[in-house]
């Protein structure tokens, strides 16, 4: 299906650099002023040092910015990790701010006009289509987030419907420049939604302080519940019908970052996420176009979503979306396995494929541990097998970008065609042509199971944990 990209992108506000003038020009004054005749110079020297660190972090903020050229998804999976600083500063800072104005009395050792704009950057007591982050961080959300708490924070990442109204009617007389947010609300919803991601995207280098733990509790446990509704079996047209509207009621920011999100909670490549996504649309109870706009920014969210490296040399441009090579592919594997009964089977026909399957992926799972220890050791941090003679698959180049996930790179007959498939850190299958995960579930049966029958009978030696 055609996507439609004539929305697509993030708002461009967040671009900015974040300048505070009046930061740069307190601190010296304060610093100087922080004397031990001054009438309050713990009050001076601490107000000078929390100026100083809000300042450090918006320089943080701006290089990483610039260094990624404003893409989201650069800064989430390739970016130097600085948001978690950025936010465990501001966390801190209403209690600051009160401590600085209960003892700022008499002499007012502390300009109040800096008091002020100090203010300004208490984001954790701003109010985002009526909640705040102090609000999120006391919802309950074992086993999981209320719908009333998803659907405040869904709210969140939305622009007001009147805001969204008046955009749309520039829109039909042809005026393009229309501010939908102020560049402050578009700051946070960019750094909330890259504090949600980059946890699991860059696991080795992002530790989530533990003032910010109950924030990220919440964040994952939203952007999981969107997760589990593209993830999950077909709904209902009701259902359905309510998740798109949701989604494109949240232009730009919800779609964009579930499809930036989902990469990097699986520990999957943009292809099969771009895969998953096109999936459940030829899935769908409802016509294409109604996702066509939502699809678009899914897609633009996970393109990019890879660590530069996260792959050995010579392997990358297999993580990437090849479209032509998937229908080749897929067009190979229905050829090989001609009329297979399990391709029109009914579910309790299919329950003689899927017994043997859910035994092969249990017994991958003992030798999980092994099997990563055996490729890491590996030259080059990939092995090859191959299944057996004459057999659509030629070879197998096995490899992986983290622990959570195995990545299948599979070379079809003579060089025609290749195929990605990945097991997830769900322990499910992805990387499928979206039209064979549609309408050839059957086929899908097939292929995993020569697959892993190949894969656990090969000279890998695994062990079992």
């Not at 009395?105 to 705040?132: C, H, M, R, Y």
């Not at 993830?231 to 964009?256: C, D, H, I, N, Q």
């Not at 190979?332 to 992926?361: C, I, W």
Request: aromatic residues 10%; hydrophobic residues 40%; contains cysteine.
């Amino acid at each position: 299906m055609s996507v439609d990209r004539s929305q697509e992108g993030l708002p461009h506000s967040y671009i900015h650099a974040v300048s505070q003038p009046w930061l740069e020009t307190s601190v010296t004054g304060y610093q100087e002023g922080a004397s031990e005749t001054s009438p309050a110079p713990g009050l001076r020297l601490q107000f000078a040092i929390m100026v100083t660190a809000l300042g450090e972090t918006n320089n943080g903020w701006n290089a990483v910015l610039t260094e990624q050229n404003g893409s989201l998804s650069r800064m989430v999976y390739q970016g130097r990790p600085f948001i978690q600083r950025h936010l465990e500063v501001r966390r801190g800072l209403p209690q600051f701010l009160e401590y600085v104005r209960s003892t700022n009395t008499g002499a007012q050792v502390i300009d109040p006009s800096d008091i002020d704009n100090l203010a300004k950057e208490d984001i954790f007591s701003q109010k985002l289509q009526g909640t705040s982050l102090f609000d999120i961080e006391s919802m309950p959300f074992e086993p999981e987030l209320s719908a009333d708490d998803i659907k405040r924070m869904t709210l969140m990442l939305q622009y007001p419907l009147s805001t969204r109204l008046r955009g749309l009617a520039h829109r039909i007389l042809g005026q393009k420049s229309f501010a939908y947010e102020t560049e402050e609300e578009a700051r946070l919803r960019l750094g909330l939604v890259i504090f949600a991601i980059q946890k699991f995207a860059q696991p080795d280098r992002v530790e989530v302080p533990p003032t910010l733990v109950p924030l990220h509790q919440r964040f994952t446990a939203f952007f999981d519940h969107y997760m589990g509704l593209l993830t999950s079996s077909p709904m209902s047209m009701l259902r359905e019908r309510s998740l798109v509207e949701t989604l494109k009621a949240g232009f730009p920011w919800l779609p964009y970052s579930i499809g930036c999100y989902i990469p990097a909670r699986l520990g999957i490549t943009p292809h099969s996420s771009v895969g998953l996504y096109y999936a459940r649309v030829e899935q769908s109870s409802l016509l294409n176009f109604h996702w066509r706009e939502v699809l678009g920014l899914l897609e633009e969210g996970a393109i990019h979503a890879f660590r530069k490296g996260n792959l050995p040399a010579g392997l990358e441009s297999y993580q990437h979306i090849d479209r032509a090579n998937d229908d080749r592919a897929y067009t190979l594997v229905q050829s090989y396995y001609g009329e297979h009964p399990l391709r029109d089977a009914d579910e309790e026909e299919k329950e003689e494929f899927t017994l043997p399957f859910n035994q092969l992926m249990d017994e991958l799972g003992d030798r999980w541990q092994s099997l990563h220890q055996t490729l890491m050791a590996s030259p080059k941090r990939r092995l090859e097998f191959v299944l057996q003679r004459g057999h659509v698959v030629e070879r197998v180049t096995l490899t992986c970008q983290n622990d959570q996930s195995l990545i299948f790179i599979l070379h079809l007959s003579a060089g025609q065609a290749y195929l990605t498939l990945e097991i997830g850190s769900d322990r499910r299958f992805y990387g499928f042509s979206p039209k064979m995960v549609a309408r050839d579930a059957g086929l899908m049966y097939l292929l995993q199971i020569d697959l892993l029958e190949s894969l656990l009978k090969n000279r890998f030696r695994l062990q079992k944990r």
